[in-house]
């Protein structure tokens, strides 16, 4: 679906109202199907079958309120955009529903503003849902690297650009007998043999400079003070 063809439930027991809801929204060229609903049983159904991309809601009706379709809303779908459309309701009461999750609030008697307001809170819907999916990739991401960090045999650690371990795997305890906890904050070069340092460091800074790899041998020292020769990938 384009996103522009958006699917809105209206929610008013007046049809003179809806007409003029629609008519607005006509005339600033937004693309939309809607239903419209005026009682509780039919909003619910509504919810969980159209689907709706946005909610225009009326504040009170003979069988409930904008409230209790927030409530509704919310319990069934977190993400979708509620509008409240209503008369010369108070301030306070404008407050309180955005206090409870409306994402706007627009007097029937000022409806030209309404067409902006639908498509920015859709808009602020797609920018949330995006950024829910890139963290919920990058998580998983993120979880299937540890998991190879933490049973491979290789050492793998991260470094800040002073040159500190922010994170060392379980290999440095398997393989040098050296806690990672007590590596992290501590500079990398303490335990590279003073012969190598100089390869390590320009590695290290090559990396930082260039953003590429370099494949180098340097020796660390063990727990035991003994010196182990490595092939090390320092990547940026």
Known sequence: MNHENFRILLVEDRPEDRELIERELDRAKVLFVSRWVDNREAFLHEVKEFDPDIVLCDFALPQ??????????????TDVPFILVTGAQSEEIAVECMKRGADDFILKSTLKR????????????????????????????????????????????????????????????????????????????SIVHPEDKPIARAAFQEALESQSNRTVQFRYKDKDGAWRLFESVVNW
């Open 64 to 77: 409930f309120d904008a409230m209790e379709a927030m409530s509704i809303l919310r319990r069934y779908r």
């Open 114 to 189: 309404l067409p902006s307001a639908v498509l920015n809170a859709v808009k602020s819907r797609d920018i949330r849902r995006d950024k829910e999916q890139a963290e919920k990739k990058l998580r998983s991401q993120e979880a299937q690297v540890r998991l190879v960090a933490e049973h491979t045999l290789d050492l793998i650690y991260l470094l800040d650009q002073k040159g500190q371990f922010t994170y060392a795997n379980p290999s440095f305890k398997r393989s040098l007998g050296l806690d990672p906890e007590d590596l992290v904050g501590k500079k990398a070069f």
